[in-house]
């Protein structure tokens, strides 16, 4: 044995390990088709097919909407093209022959075109047109075609001469209106940045897609993250820079559609008075705000850049570690912390025919602060989490049901803030990290225990008296995290009693009544507070609104059994999700105590235990019949009373 593997025996195992399942990667890689077995090259055929089926339905379903796109664009073009060109037309008086506008019913509303005949003489000859605008037909886009055919039959009517432009190469062609509709044109490019742009994106998006993967292959049993091609090594980009990309293609299209709205809001309100059109300032103020949104990622993007994160181990491992380390390309200061969360998502499909859509729950998550060091080119941020076994593995190939394990890096700093995320591949390995600073580790899980404890203490506050410590979880204390749901249920409450006083009572109830419930609902959360003391007989609990009692509940100190958390509410926005905690005091019959609330995160949940259990003095210990599961239904720590 030689002097290398007497000193680091574990990394010698681990490289020998890494090597062998490199080569047997490469010989399975190199294995062509005709070399497996009949029934593997059948299915890696059946694979091919299916690949190119799905490549042509989804071109087919692409096409329609590509050429509404082109069409648009023709349509557009044709309008600057002609405008151009009868720019150099010359002005002529005319003699109108007929002039007004024709009203058109379709199936739900009219449209109008305006039309004229006149008559002009150039260089003795006299000629007959009927061209009004660069754009012909019936439209109903603002009132251009009321407003140019009024004018055309007053003039008519009283026998006024009007002005045309006459094209001085070609007199037999002449127009009454040669600006151009900026209306109109808004209107016909909505078509074609959103028909257009969606079906350009589905063909670019279907045609270069990598080529789907053969499942059969072999190589794929023991290594099914290799099934995507963002995890064929340890080091992981962020989605940041194609978040930034789909926000600014959302907000693009969003505000293309609701474009118009202000102006026919303008036209309802003040030549109609129809004040319920003001919901149309909504829609713009959602524009604006993703706009706003898109600008600050293009800007956190171009302050870090890619940012990657480097597994160890590779995979992550439920029953193990996910840990790592991520290179920052920003100078190293100490005041900075780096929260990172690590997030078991579970993503499905639910609803059903035109009611399906694709929703995310969180199954559970854990919360630490990086421990962060200079590079001398920018910043290394070391991380581990020690993740429970029993929890879901990644899902590579993913159908409509399928589990993601997502990492939220986040600082505050000064101008743009860093917000990163990375799906990672984490499997049920049981493996632990082999090459992690050990200081790196306790100095990141020390802060983060420190942080959670802080954090805890913010939220209770402890009160001493005479029977002893008590714990209240003041009125207020949800107000800023409750406030946007109430301004929104207060809007949708009030634009439901227009809308039942205008338009329908059963439309206008059931909308306004959603919006009231959401905001009677976050008005309790923002003016209730939790009292929670213990006395000679045991836990007793208070709940107030406004400092009048609602509800009481109590346990007697020979009934209670263990302390449990559980998260029934969880946020989620831009892909972050976070799990919120409640804590329980449970019973020998299993009846339930609610004594703490608000805790974000496990080590948050955590920690509310150790100092709840400290503050009611219950002498609680952990359950040595208990086995840490997924944690996210139940409890993922619970603790015995002593007896």
């Not at 917000?419 to 493996?431: E, K, L, N, W």
């Not at 983060?448 to 203490?457: E, P």
């Not at 109590?554 to 263990?562: A, I, K, L, R, T």
């Not at 009611?616 to 239904?633: F, M, V, Y």
Request: hydrophobic share 40%; charged share 20%; aromatic share 10%.
């Amino acid at each position: 044995m030689s002097l290398f593997e007497l000193a680091f025996p574990d990394s010698l195992a681990g490289h020998k390990e890494a090597s062998a399942r490199l080569q047997r990667d490469r010989s399975r890689r190199q294995a062509p088709l005709l070399q497996r077995t009949g029934s593997q090259r059948i299915s890696a055929l059946i694979a091919i097919v299916h690949s190119m089926k799905g490549k042509i339905f989804m071109s087919i379903f692409a096409l329609p909407f590509f050429g509404t796109g082109v069409w648009m664009l023709w349509a557009v073009s044709n309008v600057f093209v002609d405008a151009f060109q009868v720019q150099d037309w010359v002005p002529v008086e005319a003699r109108l022959l007929s002039g007004g506008y024709a009203s058109h019913r379709g199936d739900d509303s009219y449209t109008y075109e305006a039309y004229a005949r006149y008559t002009y003489n150039v260089q003795g000859q006299t000629f007959v047109a009927d061209r009004v605008g660069l754009s012909s037909g019936s439209d109903n886009i603002g009132s251009y075609q009321q407003q140019i055919g009024n004018r055309l039959s007053g003039a008519h009517s009283r026998g006024e001469s009007i002005l045309v432009y006459v094209d001085p190469n070609d007199p037999s062609q002449a127009i009454i209106d040669r600006g151009i509709r900026w209306g109109m044109v808004g209107f016909k490019s909505i078509f074609l940045f959103v028909f257009g742009g969606v079906g350009l994106g589905l063909l670019i998006f279907v045609w270069r897609a990598p080529k789907e993967k053969d499942k059969s292959d072999p190589r794929y049993a023991d290594s099914p993250w290799l099934l995507d091609d963002d995890w064929q090594t340890a080091t992981i980009r962020s989605s940041s820079k194609a978040s930034m990309y789909g926000v600014w293609a959302f907000a693009a299209l969003w505000n293309l559609i609701s474009a118009p709205l202000p102006f026919v809001m303008y036209d309802e309100v003040v030549n109609k008075g129809n004040y319920l059109a003001l919901v149309a300032l909504l829609f713009t103020a959602v524009g604006i705000g993703l706009l706003t949104w898109a600008i600050r990622r293009t800007l956190e993007w171009r302050r870090f850049g890619a940012s990657p994160v480097t597994l160890d181990p590779f995979p992550g491992s439920i029953g193990g570690h996910v840990g790592g380390t991520i290179d920052l390309a920003f100078p190293h200061d100490s005041s900075i912390e780096y929260q990172l969360s690590l997030t078991n998502i579970k993503s499905y499909i639910s609803g059903s025919g035109k009611n399906r859509s694709r929703n995310e729950k969180a199954e559970w998550q854990d919360m630490i602060v990086a421990h962060a060091e200079s590079t001398g080119r920018g910043t290394r941020l070391t991380f581990r989490f020690d993740v429970p076994e029993g929890l879901d593995e990644s899902d590579a190939d993913r159908d409509d049901t399928y589990y993601i394990w997502r990492l939220n890096l986040s600082a505050e700093l000064d101008g743009t803030d860093l917000d990163r995320s990375f799906d990672i591949p984490v499997y049920a390995t049981a493996t632990q990290s082999r090459s992690l600073s050990r200081l790196a580790v306790e100095r990141s899980t020390g802060k983060q225990t420190a942080m959670a404890d802080k954090a805890v203490l913010e939220i209770i506050k402890l009160v001493h008296n005479a029977g002893g410590r008590s714990m209240k979880y003041p009125a207020g204390r949800n107000f800023l995290a409750s406030l946007p749901g109430f301004v929104v249920g207060s809007v949708f409450a009030a634009v439901g009693w227009f809308v039942a006083a205008d338009a329908g009572v059963f439309f206008g109830s059931v909308f306004g009544g959603i919006g009231a419930l959401v905001a009677v609902g976050t008005l309790y959360s923002m003016l209730n507070s939790l009292e929670v003391s213990r006395d000679s007989n045991g836990i007793k609990t208070v709940r107030r609104i406004l400092g009048i009692p609602v509800k009481r509940s109590s346990m007697g100190s020979h009934e209670f059994v263990m302390f449990k958390k559980n998260s029934r509410f969880q946020t989620q926005g831009a892909g972050k999700h976070v799990m919120h905690y409640s804590i329980y005091a449970v019973g020998r019959h299993g009846d339930k105590v609610v004594v703490g609330e608000g805790f974000k995160g496990d080590s948050q949940a955590e920690a509310a235990i150790r100092l709840i259990d400290d503050v009611l003095g219950l002498r609680s210990a952990p359950d040595p019949q208990s086995t840490r599961k997924s944690p996210g239904s139940e409890d993922s720590q619970s603790f015995q009373a002593l007896t």
